[in-house]
């Protein structure tokens, strides 16, 4: 396969990093991945490996605040800086695909940001997919967050190499979880929203934690007539780093194969 890594300039002037995997034949599709809060595009890496050899490339940038790119770490003013990156980003994508289909994979915090992304762009992409997701019921407050101390890295996977690994990434952010974030904020207004979300979706969660049950009530109120949940029962947050992440991988490909 085929990597580059580049810059460009975001939204107010930003300096955004990016990376890409491409393959050497032919190519099916182009997957651009949303990552997580305070982790960075280069934790894809089963993801990579797994389609870029069957002919989809793969796309993902740093949000702001995150990994290699500017911006004051995991904050934000507003939820819409990351969704504006993001669409200067896919018209890049665009650009360079123009006669492909475009799949954004949002995980964790980038389902969130995806979700937002489709209520405005959702005609341009072929498909949403979310990992590690969900939303809370209308009128229900989201769940709370840990504040003043790092993400719990052993909530990420029961694969501890994956866990140390996370912990001595130096592009991960490990300092203290903000008291309020944007993040929070759009967390609380996505439940009214959703029904607005009508383009095909793939919606994946483990249930070892709450994004399981988070997972259903997405499932349940997105407005797409063309939509599926998949739950692996005991997955931690971070499906696509599991020990049966090869397995979250083909039923990928299945409903990926599906909407070609």
Request: with cysteine; proline share 7%; net charge negative.
């Amino acid at each position: 396969m085929k990597h580059r890594e580049g810059n460009f300039t975001g939204y107010q002037d930003f300096n955004i990093y990016y990376q890409c995997w491409l393959p050497e034949e032919s190519l099916k599709a182009v997957l651009l991945i949303a990552h997580g809060f305070a982790e960075h595009s280069g934790r894809y890496g089963n993801v990579v490996d797994y389609f870029v050899p069957k002919g989809y490339a793969v796309y993902a940038p740093d949000h702001r605040g995150h990994g290699r790119s500017d911006g004051e770490r995991v904050q934000v003013e507003n939820f819409s800086d990351y969704t504006r990156d993001l669409k200067t980003f896919f018209d890049m994508v665009r650009k360079e695909n123009p006669d492909k289909k475009i799949f954004l994979i949002g995980h964790s915090m980038g389902s969130a940001i995806g979700l937002v992304y489709a209520l405005r762009y959702q005609h341009e992409l072929a498909g949403l997919i979310t990992s590690g997701g969900g939303i809370a019921r209308p009128g229900e407050p989201p769940p709370p967050r840990r504040t003043g101390e790092p993400l719990d890295a052993s909530m990420l996977s029961r694969d501890p190499a994956v866990v140390e690994a996370y912990v001595n990434d130096p592009l991960v952010y490990r300092g203290p979880i903000p008291e309020r974030s944007a993040l929070s904020d759009m967390r609380s207004t996505l439940p009214e929203r959703v029904a607005e979300i009508k383009l095909p979706v793939l919606i994946m969660a483990g249930t070892g934690r709450p994004d399981g049950e988070r997972s259903k009530v997405l499932h349940e109120l997105i407005g797409s007539e063309d939509k599926t949940l998949k739950l692996y029962k005991g997955l931690l947050h971070e499906i696509f780093n599991e020990p049966e992440h090869q397995q979250v991988m083909s039923d990928m490909e299945a409903w990926l194969e599906a909407h070609l």
